[in-house]
């Protein structure tokens, strides 16, 4: 016969498993009361995780490979497979490959990209697979608003105009730029755009950001003086493989950057970088 003592104990003993259990599963999901933006380092490429006050989790670009896969694994609860919106930048392999296992993977609430006409496979199986989940998409266009509640928005300021179904000689220069802003911090994101795109933008948008994710892994080509004392950057990131073939980032870039008198963080020495906002300052995780 069990005693009324024994049950006591192991009730006691279950009690505290569920609450051990409870906090892992807190710790684990990482989720933040503030903004959280992770920069992810998944080699020569692109891609970074938004995490919103109001938990939506926004994915920009989805890296070379499914690296990007176990990322999400580790920065997000494992029973909760819910992307709020993907956000292509434009569609070079090295920003697309990714998302299409993400896709596979995740319920995927949204899409935004430029539209443009590209032909290559990896494109093909991206939009294959957004029309089978029949995933909505918005073609991305300057100045449209997207509010996350909270205090939190994203604002495009590039493309200037709908390029659905055009055919284009630079798929960096159609990179759709945006600004996160969460109260009174901002975070600037340029996918792969060049001098050209930086040039038309210092004219005709507030550029003004506290961090900057340097456009095009560094590349000599993007990032000029005039664009820096625009944006005015405390934090800059350069997402960049390790060893890459291209000489990205370029020390041009680099003294650009440290003139403008920002802190520089590399995917490629740092690691994933994560920064967050309670709304008035930012911090390095």
């Known amino acids: 016969m069990v005693s009324k003592k024994f049950i006591a104990q192991l009730i006691g003993a279950f009690s505290v498993v569920a609450i051990l259990i409870g906090v892992s599963l807190f710790q684990f999901s990482g989720e933040s009361k503030g903004l959280e933006v ?9 891609s970074i995780l938004i995490k919103t006050p109001d938990h939506q989790r926004i994915l920009v670009d989805g890296g070379p490979d499914n690296k990007i896969v176990t990322k999400l694994g580790e920065n997000l609860p494992f029973y909760d497979k819910n992307i709020d919106l993907m956000i292509l930048t434009h569609p070079h392999a090295d920003h697309l490959t990714g998302l299409i296992e993400v896709l596979k993977r995740y319920k995927v609430k949204k899409v935004l990209s430029t539209g443009v006409l590209q032909t290559t496979s990896e494109y093909i199986k991206w939009l294959e697979e957004i029309k089978k989940q029949k995933i909505p998409m918005e073609v991305a266009k300057a100045g449209q608003t997207m509010d996350f509640g909270g205090k939190t928005k994203i604002e495009i300021l590039f493309p200037a105009e709908d390029l659905t179904g055009k055919k284009v000689n630079s798929l960096n220069g159609t990179s759709i730029v945006f600004k996160l802003i969460f109260d009174k911090t901002s975070f600037l994101f340029t996918g792969d755009a060049e001098k050209e795109v930086e040039d038309k933008l210092i ?17 000599k080509y993007s990032t000029s003086q005039a664009f820096l004392e625009k944006v005015k950057p405390q934090i800059a990131v ?4 390790a060893k890459n073939t291209f ?21 490629d020495k740092d690691g994933d970088v994560k920064i967050v906002s309670d709304g008035t300052k930012i911090e390095i995780k």
């Open 238 to 241: 350069i997402s960049v493989g």
């Open 203 to 219: 004219g005709s948008a507030d550029l003004k950001a506290d961090v900057l994710k340097v456009a095009h892994h560094g590349s």
């Open 247 to 267: 000489g990205h980032p370029s020390q041009m870039t680099l003294n650009r950057l440290a003139r403008a008198g920002a802190k520089v963080f590399r995917t």
């Open 38 to 46: 992770n920069f992810f380092d998944v080699g020569q490429g692109d």
